[in-house]
């Protein structure tokens, strides 16, 4: 039954998404995924953030494609981080079904009226002296790409590291994909 | 304290963006990280996080109000630039524009409203205490209320006025540099206080007296632009305008004359009045309306009797005479001409002169007026009086620094004031002084609007969140503080309802002040009126403006204060960026000088660098000898901007304020003069002048860097021909340059390089660029160059990837100073590239010198080979928190560009035509499928050159403009006998000498 | 001249020593050293300390603590690396080259020449890391296989460098060693104690049988064969970091004999300037005699002629090249701003050496060692004046001509790259012999009765 809820939930979240015509960028369907009751979440990879935010709950369960929260990183170099006013968006009617979920959503609410921001735990970084658009990676290979470098973050329940981000793992896609390797493109 | 709180509002705006973390990253430099992600509560609509937002708005650096566009990323304006739709800079920002980042984001600003506890120390007060204090002080004052400002052609002007009627006090306006005699002067030759607009463009033949036009005068982004487009060679139109610079001293615009005339100071106003004489004698002008009355009392200045007096031979004058009757003649008098006590006189004198060429209402245009008629240097001077007689109870300052500029009487008056209350964002001289500090916000953090022309109504808008959020604007401060309702916005918003109604045409007026905060501004034709001469004129010709008599020693050479093209009046002296610009002229960067001339220094035995104590009769100061042929023997000149005493950590305390040396009196005119008799004792001491030019015993003319072609020779080349191109190899070289060539072909087949490039190239036309170094501050916000300070400037260690060279040369014209712009010049076949071990320095496929500043391993033999000396090294990690060298205290590293990477210590760094711009563009054109355009990349030095010198684009794409410029006969390579084959192209500079 | 000197000069073969006193006399260097040792050790470590002290503010603050100024973005460290380097040379020409041409006065000082050049190499070595700006980063001049797929730079004189210095310090050091083991195997059996253990374990088993050296003799000669290119190459490939820029007084065909001759005159200089002090110490006045010093002498000279010349042909294309940057180059050389470091040079290397034409000066020990010292500086000027004044006087962009004023950073570590060198020598000296046992008993005559043979 609280599966049954959860559903509940997740498709009014959908619905409120679907109302966004971001949300227009699902691109092709994914398999669903239920995404699991999570008891211990100690022994989840990935480091803990303020909010216990749920990727598998969000963008794996609900369906909810990764443009509409991370809405900049079709057209710009940045990827964006969603405002709380975002998370307000679904989650002023989104309540949460158990009692953790109600805890977590109830942490969004309370910043909000407090206008104090989360800090979130950065996951992936790149060196000062490395430039990477975006933009230009989604245009090359589609919307639904994202996991080829953040894996499949709609299976994670705490988001973590998943490939190396090092400049050797950049040449080995540039290389297979035939695509410049000049220094100067992401070094300047 | 609002540090945590700025801290947090930084971290903020980083959180949205890796472009940011890169930033943060950078400052610690190497791979520091940002750790956290904090998001934006609510996403403000008009930012994309890693997408600049641009903000239309007013540089208020100087008076003339140039409308800008402020480049805004993640919430923090990172670069300004000349807004194309503006009415006045056109698209371009000088040096002191740039440099605005560098007061937004200024480490000493004032944080807190400050006042003055018992023992005298200030202490931070909240500012519903300040503000209740300040109300009680504006209503205690009933009537011995004076409120000071600077010029203020807007709105704030106007608030300041009513407020300052309401409270039954006065509003002075002081600018140290005004324009009295300009406007006292016109009174006399036209009857109108007006300051007309001068059509440099038009010109064919421009005399200018002593104004310099193309640095501090008026408008100099304007002018400058103007003045390119008529003195600039193009094969298009051949007539290329002569430009006469009359002055002891050879100031930027004197440099860009093609011939200079030192007269005695203050005898131009004959030297004038004789030119006008010869053109009525001789009939060289079509007969103005009563010139009739003139001729007679012209006859008396004759050439042969005013060269007597002024030292300029007859036959010159004579000679521009013809010249300048010949074509659309402009003469301009200001800067040193019209700060002599006989200033108005020699502006009326030349205002006779622009009367009988004609040039009244062709290139001089009454109507579109100059809006620099608030304020006078008397009405200060009163003011200092009544301050002096305590009959001033409450002053108020803002927007202005009158403890730098004026003496010990200043100081006297202002201890006689019951309460001083300053309202600033910085603790200048004055501000340190007061009983009341409340901290202003920037102009870039502030609404306010200007109207520096008649028909032309600049808007200014705050283009970010403040830097401090506990600094108000102070238009707020002083409505609150008197009580008044709304706030300033509101008040500019209701006079703009009145600019509506002129210009609305029906719009409503949403739309109306949208669009014009869109644009920056709304303008509308000023119709151009006519003047006659005016009834006294008779008395300035009959009473000839001679050499006036000046306070000092009557046998002391005279000196002349002139505002510093980089600090102007000093207040720019606290930005590194300004302080670290070498001065156009002497190249002299972080303290100031005396300009001698080398007999002089040799009759006194003293050269470059030695000490002299200059003793005039309202001061004396210590000043560092320049020795330099661009000023007439015998005279001296010094300039503003330093010596300050408060103000900031790189303003206080560096080398001598030139004020010092001046009186505090108004002269004649209602202005202050600004020339003074001095006594020169030499001491025994010395110091290093902290300069870029070379040795001067090896310095030579530049032949080898800078070509130049007469006139004549340069209307008579045709299209293909190539006077400067030599073979770039000897001809036993041919095999092997052909076998090279096939080499680099099958070469460029390969990999990256296979496929159509482009080939980034740059043409510089060198009879456009006047050395004015706008460029060279441009690159420094663009692509986050540390200032090194002097200490590292006096041991050749100043890291400005583009540095303009400045060269004397004679010829027989006299002496002639030649600038160029020297920049990497992304050779073909660089030779920095094979000799770096680690391929840190290397071609990329679009023909650049990459430069990859995480490979670099600072070897520093790329810098060796490179005969062009335009590779950098980072001696020191200038971006270490707290470190001895660190160039970005914050929160100056909130300028930093997100897009380029802050270069640690031990790495080589250099010019790549802004490659974060090409990337952008290039990214950009992908998403929409399409190509870069010709004209879609502007490097920063190219954008904000106000003459339009620099053309940058593809020489591979024949349709381009740099393909076309570069293709000029005019067009050569520096040391194109290395056969490097730059990227750049220069274009030969055109001189009006007589030929050889 | 004295009689005595002649006849000392004249016969090379120490016939007034048999086996046991060679033997003996070099063993006794090896004797517990006296205070002087001591003394001298320490300074030598002072120096280092020092060194390493100012190394250590480089890293942490950057190179802008040595007196380094655009243009000049090469001064006293890479003066110090070529200086170095050339010292090293004479002992590879003397050990190996002079071994194969047979010439028997070289057994008696060829091992200080050798330990001279190993230690020599070694103190070079280090001012190429030294005087990068990331000196952590060092390793990428390294050719090793990387997930970046980056390599270095083979076209890059810096790189040929490394791969020469490298070559040049494993050669040198193996023909050291080789040289060494039948000594030490000698030493071994009339030391005691622990030096008997160190001994023991680094003479490799030496017995000296005639089945060892059967083998050893052609190693040793084929190692020479090995090392005696290396002499002419590594100090050319040293002279192409400056002739293959295009740097006005860099960019000459000349510079590879130039410096190769350069360092060979450094070199031998530098032995004499070992020698005559360690001859004395170790009073091996028996092994390494007046005719050594001599020959040395007559090395410095020929060597001090070619560089002459070398000098005079630049100055000659300088000015015959016409009005060109080459000539303002030397111009500057000359009458620039660094006038006197050009004449030190001049004086030191191409007139002193003319006073060598007299056999009485080349006999004198004090004036040999006064030469030798001037020689020594004079070589590092040229080095200083190639490097650091001509990049000051850099004559096509003649804004940017700027002066140059090393600082304590430079002064400091080029102090402590001595300490080093010295250091290591003192260290040797003591420890092993300096002076060949094998080599001289080869150039004595048989004795009467064999048997006694250690």
């Known amino acids: 039954m609280t599966h049954g809820s959860t559903r509940v939930a997740a498709g009014i979240a959908l619905l409120v998404c679907v109302a966004v015509p971001l949300a227009a960028q699902g691109g092709q369907p994914t398999p669903a995924v239920t995404a699991p009751v999570i008891s211990d979440t100690g022994s989840l990879k990935g480091p803990r953030q303020p909010i216990f935010f749920r990727h598998d709950v969000h963008a794996g369960q609900s369906h909810i494609p990764c443009l509409y929260c991370h809405y900049s990183a079709t057209v710009s170099s940045e990827p964006g981080i969603p405002s709380l006013q975002t998370c307000g968006g679904c989650h002023f009617i989104v309540g949460g079904s158990t009692p953790t979920h109600q805890a977590e959503i109830k942490k969004v609410r309370e910043l909000t009226s407090s206008n104090h921001a989360p800090e979130w735990v950065r996951i992936h970084t790149l060196p000062a002296f490395v430039h990477f658009p975006h933009m230009r990676h989604i245009k090359a290979l589609g919307t639904e790409s994202c996991n080829r470098c953040h894996g499949e973050v709609r299976e994670m329940p ?7 981000l090092t400049m050797g793992w950049c040449i080995n896609c540039h290389l297979q994909r035939q695509v410049t390797r000049d220094c100067v493109v992401c070094h300047y | 304290m609002s540090d945590g709180m700025n801290r947090r509002r930084f971290l903020t705006v980083l959180g949205a963006t890796g472009g940011g973390a890169a930033l943060l990253g950078a400052c610690g430099v190497g791979e520091e990280q940002a750790q956290k992600l904090i998001p934006y509560l609510t996403q403000p609509e008009d930012q994309v996080p890693g997408i600049a937002t641009w903000y239309a708005t007013t540089c208020r650096e100087c008076p003339s109000g ?181 002055g002891p001293r050879m100031s930027l615009t004197g440099m860009n004359a093609d011939e200079w005339l030192a007269p005695v100071p203050g005898t131009e106003g004959r030297l004038a009045l004789a030119v006008a004489s010869v053109i009525v004698r001789d009939r060289l002008a079509s007969a103005q309306p009563d010139v009739g009355r003139l001729s007679g009392l012209l006859g008396r200045h004759t050439p042969d009797a005013v060269a007597a007096v002024c030292g300029i031979d007859a036959k010159t004058i004579e000679r521009v005479a013809r010249e300048l009757a010949a074509g659309d003649g402009l003469v301009v008098a200001g800067g040193m001409a019209a700060h002599y006590p006989n200033g108005a006189e020699i502006v009326a004198a030349v205002n006779v002169l622009n009367y009988v060429t004609g040039a009244v209402g062709k290139t001089v245009q009454f109507g579109p007026n100059q809006n620099v008629e608030a304020g006078t240097f008397g009405q200060m001077a009163e003011l200092v009086a009544d301050m002096a007689g305590g009959r001033i109870s409450v002053l ?144 300035i010709l009959a009473g000839p403006p001679d050499a006036p008599a000046l306070d000092g020693g009557a046998h002391d050479p005279v000196l002349i204060a002139f505002p510093s093209p980089t600090l102007y009046d000093g207040r720019g002296a606290n930005k590194p960026w300004l302080q670290e610009l070498p001065d156009p002229v002497s190249k002299i960067m972080w303290h100031s000088w005396v300009e001698v001339h080398p007999d002089t220094a040799t009759s006194w035995g003293v050269t470059d660098g030695d000490l002299v104590v200059l003793q005039s009769p309202f001061g004396a100061v210590s000043a560092p000898v320049w020795m330099t042929p661009a000023i007439r023997p015998g005279v001296l000149a010094v300039p503003t901007g330093q010596g300050h005493t408060a103000f900031g950590r790189y303003a206080k305390d560096r080398s001598f304020n030139a004020f010092d040396l001046l009186g505090g009196a108004a002269n004649g005119y209602a202005g202050r003069t600004f020339t003074v008799r001095v006594s020169v004792k030499t001491t025994g001491d010395h110091r290093f002048l902290a300069t870029n030019v070379g040795d001067p015993r090896e310095l030579g003319g530049g032949e080898e860097i800078v070509r130049s072609l007469t006139y004549a020779k340069a209307k008579a080349l045709k299209p293909g021909d190539r006077p400067f191109r030599a073979r770039e190899y000897p001809v036993y070289a041919d095999s092997a340059e052909a076998g090279w060539a096939v080499a680099q072909r099958t070469e460029a087949a390969r990999g990256n390089y296979a496929g159509h490039q482009p080939r980034w190239a740059m043409a510089i036309d060198l009879a456009r660029c006047t050395g004015c170094s706008a460029c060279v501050t441009a690159c420094y916000a663009e692509n986050n160059l540390p200032t090194v300070g002097e200490d590292l400037v006096l041991r050749r260690r100043q890291i400005s990837w583009m540095r303009i060279e400045r060269y004397w040369r004679e010829d027989d014209h006299g002496l002639q100073a030649v600038v160029t712009p020297m920049l990497c010049q992304q050779c073909e076949q660089a030779p920095c590239e094979p000799v770096c071990p680690v391929f840190a320095a290397y071609h990329t496929p679009d023909g650049l010198n990459g430069q990859v500043y995480n490979r670099c391993v600072g070897t520093r033999y790329c810098a060796n080979n490179c005969a062009y000396k335009v590779r950098y090294f980072n001696w020191f990690n200038f971006a270490e928190r707290g470190g001895e060298w660190e160039a970005w205290p914050a929160p100056l590293d909130w300028q930093l560009n997100p897009d380029v990477t802050v270069r640690e210590k031990g790495v080589m760094e250099k010019c790549t035509f802004c490659v974060q711009r090409i990337r952008g563009a290039q990214n950009q054109a992908r998403l929409e499928d399409r190509t870069v355009q010709d004209g879609e990349i502007t490097p920063a030095c190219a954008q904000s050159c106000p003459s339009e010198a620099i053309v940058f684009g593809d020489l591979h794409d024949p349709a381009s403009r740099v393909a076309q410029v570069s293709a000029d006969p005019r067009g050569y390579h520096v040391f194109e006998e290395l056969n490097t084959r730059p990227g750049i192209t220069y274009l030969a500079r055109v001189v009006h000498a007589e030929e050889a | 001249m004295t009689t005595h000197t002649t006849t000392r000069a004249q016969t090379p073969t120490h016939h007034t020593l048999s086996y046991d006193d060679v033997t003996r006399t070099i063993a006794r260097t090896l004797g517990s050293p006296g205070r002087g040792y001591y003394v001298l050790l320490a300074c030598a470590v002072t120096m280092l300390g020092i060194g390493v002290i100012c190394l250590l503010y480089l890293f942490r603050y950057g190179l802008g603590l040595a007196g ?42 060829y091992r200080v020449a050798e330990i001279m050049t190993v230690f020599a190499v070694m103190t070079a070595g280090l001012f190429p890391l030294i005087h990068i700006g990331r000196q952590w980063f060092f390793y990428w001049l390294v050719p090793y296989p990387n997930e970046r797929g980056l390599w270095p730079n083979f076209k890059s004189p810096l790189v040929w460098d490394e791969f020469a210095i490298g070559t040049y310090f494993t050669v040198s050091t193996c023909f050291l060693i080789m040289g060494l083991i039948p000594d030490i195997a000698a030493i071994r059996d009339v030391a005691t104690g ?208 700027a002066g140059y004023n090393a600082t304590w950073a430079d002064w400091g570590i080029m102090l402590g790259s001595f300490g080093w060198f010295f250091m290591w020598f003192l260290l040797f000296v003591k420890n092993f012999p300096a002076v060949s046992v094998a080599e001289v008993k080869e150039e004595l005559p048989p004795p009467e009765h064999a048997g006694r043979h250690r």
């Open chain 1, 158 to 164: 705490q988001v973590y590291q998943v490939a190396p």
């Open chain 2, 66 to 246: 140039c409308g800008v566009r402020a480049k805004v990323r993640e919430g923090r304006v990172i670069k300004l630039e000349g807004n194309p739709d503006a009415q006045v800079g056109r698209g371009h920002l000088c040096a002191r524009g740039q440099a605005a980042l560098e007061g937004v984001y200024n480490p000493d600003r004032v944080t807190d409203p400050l006042a003055r506890n018992a023992q005298g120390q200030f202490e931070k007060i909240s500012w519903t205490d300040a503000l209740a204090r300040f109300g009680a002080n504006l209503k205690g004052a009933n009537g011995h209320l004076a409120i000071l400002t600077g010029q203020e052609s807007g709105s704030f002007g106007d608030l300041v006025d009513e407020l300052a009627k309401s409270l039954g006090g006065r509003h002075v306006v002081y600018e140290p540099f005004a324009f009295e005699a300009l406007r006292e002067g016109n009174r006399l030759a036209f009857g109108t206080t007006a300051v007309p607009s001068y059509d440099f463009a038009r010109a064919s033949y421009i005399l200018s007296f002593g104004a310099d036009f193309l640095d501090t005068w008026l408008s100099p982004v304007d002018h400058q632009t103007a003045f390119a487009r008529a003195h600039g060679f193009a094969a298009g139109n051949p007539a290329m305008a002569k430009l006469v610079f009359v």
């Open chain 2, 396 to 539: 108020v300052v803002t927007g202005t620094n009158p403890g730098h500029s004026l003496g010990g009487a200043f100081w006297q008056a202002w201890a006689k004031v019951g309460t001083k209350v300053v309202i600033s964002p910085y603790l200048d001289e004055t501000a340190s002084a007061a009983d009341l500090v409340l901290p202003e916000l920037h102009p870039l953090e502030q609404w306010n609007d200007s109207r520096p022309r008649a028909g032309v109504w600049a808007l200014q808008q705050p283009v970010m969140q403040p830097v401090y959020a506990t600094a108000r604007a102070a238009g707020d401060v002083l409505l609150a503080a008197a009580g008044k309702p709304g706030s300033f916005k509101d008040y500019l918003q209701t006079s703009w309802h009145a600019v509506h109604g002129r210009l609305g045409h029906g719009t409503s007026f949403d739309d109306f002040w949208n669009d014009a905060l869109a644009k920056g501004g709304v303008a509308s034709a000023a119709s151009v009126e006519k003047v006659r001469l005016a009834a006294g004129v008779e008395r």
């Open chain 3, 68 to 109: 380094y100024s655009m243009p000049t973005y090469w001064a006293v460290y890479i003066t110090c690396f070529v200086f170095w380097v050339g010292i090293a040379h004479s002992g590879t020409l003397i050990s190996a080259i002079l071994f194969l041409f047979r010439s028997g006065w070289r057994t008696a000082v």
């Open chain 3, 194 to 401: 622990w030096r008997k253990k160190l001994y023991t374990l680094t003479a490799l088993g030496w017995r000296g049988t005639n089945e060892q050296w059967r083998h050893y003799r052609p190693a040793y000669l084929y190692l020479a064969a090995l090392a005696t290119p290396l002499v002419l190459s590594v100090h050319s490939v040293v002279s192409w970091d400056f002739a293959m820029s295009q740097v006005p007084a860099w960019h000459e065909t000349l510079f590879a004999p130039y410096f190769v001759a350069g360092a060979i005159y450094s070199g031998c200089a530098m032995v004499i300037t070992l020698l005559i002090p360690l001859r004395a110490f170790f009073q091996l006045e028996e092994l390494v005699t007046l005719h050594h010093f001599e020959n040395l002498a007559k090395l410095i000279l020929l060597t001090g002629m070619i560089v002459c010349y070398a000098y005079v042909t630049e100055y000659f294309f300088a000015w015959y090249g016409g009005p060109t940057p080459e000539r303002e180059a030397f111009w500057y050389r000359a009458f620039g701003r660094f006038w006197w470091a050009g004449w030190t040079m001049n004086v030191c290397n191409a007139f002193l050496p003319w006073l060598l034409w007299s056999k009485r000066i080349r006999t004198n020990l004090v004036a040999l060692f006064v030469i030798s010292i001037f020689v020594n500086l004079g070589m590092w000027m040229e080095r200083f004046v190639i490097i650091a004044v001509h990049l000051a006087g850099e004559p096509f962009e003649s804004y940017v001509r």
